[in-house]
């Protein structure tokens, strides 16, 4: 999974100062590289939400090389820009040299959790007996640990908006 690849490289850095910076899917949605960010630790996360400031990200990593950190990770929703090309920026901006991994569809080959197989049966169940019912062109999905259908073309036609309280605290655990 994403968060497993994350944690690897995270795990390699030895004492010299190192940059990690990982993209992940979020061509339009920053929904998991938020994520990622928050399970993983990661001391700054750019998202298609949010507008992305160069300088504030060259700050950051250094008070955080001031402050004695070692290493940093940048997670990178694709939508944002290209990793390679955040790491080109930084080294040309602060001087770091940056390790890029792009995870790609890597990151759907993950071993499903004991919620991820609950969730799936239960979302399997609710979609044949709508199929039994008569209904088409429907998804199933879980909203507030219900399950819910909703008519297919909301799942590309409505972005739901990252919340305020995973903003707020990916800024405060951050650097």
Sequence with gaps: TALDAVRKLRDTASSHDRLFIIEVMGRRCGFLAAQVALASGAEY????EMPFDLDHLCKKLHYAR???KTHSL???AEG??????????????????ARVTVLGHIQRGGSPTAFDATLASRMGAHAVKALLEGESGIMTGS?????????LPVAWEEKKPLSDEVLSLMEMLSI
């Design 143 to 151: 909203l507030c640990g219900q399950m819910v259908a909703h008519p």
């Design 66 to 68: 001031r402050q004695g």
């Design 80 to 97: 944002v820009m290209g990793a390679q090309d955040l790491a080109a920026k930084l080294k040309d901006t602060a001087g770091y040299e």
């Design 45 to 48: 996360v750019l998202l298609p």
């Design 74 to 76: 940048i997670i990178v």
